[in-house]
């Protein structure tokens, strides 16, 4: 059964500071995997998708990694802002699409002005 | 373009009645979901479909029901609510071209459901 796990939690940064969010999971085995954004009380807004066959995707400050055989994608946000203050979930597709994701957890972050 | 659009925003019941969540699209988008999020669960997939006439359980199925009689719209049934349902439940849709922009997933903002 596939996992998705976030790590940290919650994290706090001053503004400026560059800064990763990491995201493993358990079957290699993914169509695709997601980050996104969720604002407190809103729903969620997709900030990547990286195909399986992708190493990364860019937007703006956000860039996000894919590394399959080791089950790990990062998000890496240049130059934090205080909009940046969310919290993050990544999600994996299985090998098939069908729009059916599982998700982490999230970490929330706070950037501090 | 509005998106996926769910009703009601915000929706309390007594145990033991039965609501439905709706959900509707106007991407033209093959793939819809519902996911509950719950503290600490993170989001859990309900129910999907990859087209009309077409739907399959996800992880946490007990309790709900869905159908997708056109492409547009996705209805999630409450049939007896119970304080196990207490959720923000979520609807979204996904296409299913081959270029990553059709994959992405859109999300509705969300139904808060509370059962006393």
């Known amino acids: 059964k596939q996992e998705v796990t976030q790590i940290p939690a919650a994290l706090s940064v001053p503004e400026g500071e560059n800064l990763v969010l990491n995201c493993s999971f358990t079957?290699?085995?993914?169509?695709?995997l997601q980050w996104f954004r969720q604002d407190p009380g809103k729903g969620l807004t997709s900030l990547l998708l990286i195909q399986s066959s992708q190493r990364e995707q860019t937007s703006g400050r956000l860039n996000a990694s894919l590394d399959k055989s080791s089950g790990r994608s990062t998000l890496y946000i240049a130059a934090s802002q205080p909009g940046d203050s969310a919290t993050y979930l990544c999600a994996v597709s299985g090998v098939r699409n069908t729009g059916k994701l599982i998700f982490g957890q999230g970490t929330t972050l706070q950037v501090k002005p | 373009n509005a998106g996926v659009t769910q009703t009601p925003k915000f929706q309390v019941l007594k145990t033991g009645q039965s609501m439905t969540l709706q959900c509707a699209q106007d991407m033209n988008h093959e793939y819809m979901s519902w996911y509950r999020q719950d503290p600490g669960m993170g989001l859990r997939l309900i129910h999907y479909s990859v087209g009309a006439g077409i739907t399959d359980q996800g992880e946490v199925p007990n309790g709900y029901n869905v159908s997708r009689s056109t492409t547009e719209d996705f209805p999630l049934r409450l049939l007896s609510a119970a304080p196990s349902q207490t959720s923000v439940y979520f609807c979204?849709?996904?296409?299913?071209?081959?270029?990553?922009?059709?994959?992405?997933?859109?999300f509705g903002a969300g139904s808060r459901l509370t059962v006393l």
């Open positions: 079957d290699s085995a993914i169509y695709n």
């Open positions: 979204a849709s996904s296409g299913q071209g081959t270029d990553s922009g059709a994959n992405v997933l859109t």
